[in-house]
């Protein structure tokens, strides 16, 4: 019987993790502008390393030109969007549940570190009070890397002074999570709330609420 590794670190993604998921505001847009569902998710895969979204999480254009260079890459697939309401629809609201979980994981002793793929915009006050609860943030936005390139998580893991066998990670995309089970983090794909706190809770064996 082979030992395992103990965990000492737990990693969060935040927009769909902490926060609601911004793919539910897409959808209301979609269905507002007559969009085909899930349309702007859609444009966000071509390319994925090297489109607008790639390159604002980055850091590497300013939102003006990302407003222009959305709207170039969604018409080539049939429907033009502004790049501007994009950006209008990324801020999701605080789960108060998953705070509680994050509180309870610090109150057990366990580093925590946020993994944000984000774009740099107006602090919001509800969301710099969950911020301040970490041991380290890591941003695509301040960093220059973003998921799932792997030297997100290289200098995640370096921040926290961990390996990635010491780490469980939460985000609600998979294609995120799959580098990081690769390198030898535990992860688990939000889906939702509760979801996300049983499976984390039954990891680490203590009560999250």
Known sequence: MTETTPIRAVFWDFGGVILTSPFEAFNRYEHEHGLPHDFIR??????PDTNAWARIERQEISPDEFDAAFA?????????????????????????????ALDRVIEAGYITACLTNNVRAEPRPDVADVMERFDH????????????????????????????????????????????????MTTIKVVGADQAIDDLAAVLGIDLR
């Open 42 to 47: 859609s444009v966000n895969t071509v390319d």
């Open 72 to 100: 170039a890459e969604s018409k080539a697939l049939g429907h033009e969007v502004p790049g501007r309401d994009i950006l209008a629809l990324l801020s999701g609201d605080v789960r108060p549940e998953m705070v509680t």
């Open 137 to 184: 943030v890591v941003e695509s936005s301040k960093v220059g890397v973003r998921k799932p390139e792997e030297s997100f998580y290289v200098q995640a893991c370096e921040m926290a002074g961990v390996e990635p066998g010491e780490v469980v990670f939460l985000d609600d995309l998979g294609i995120n999570l799959k580098p990081a089970k690769a390198m030898g």
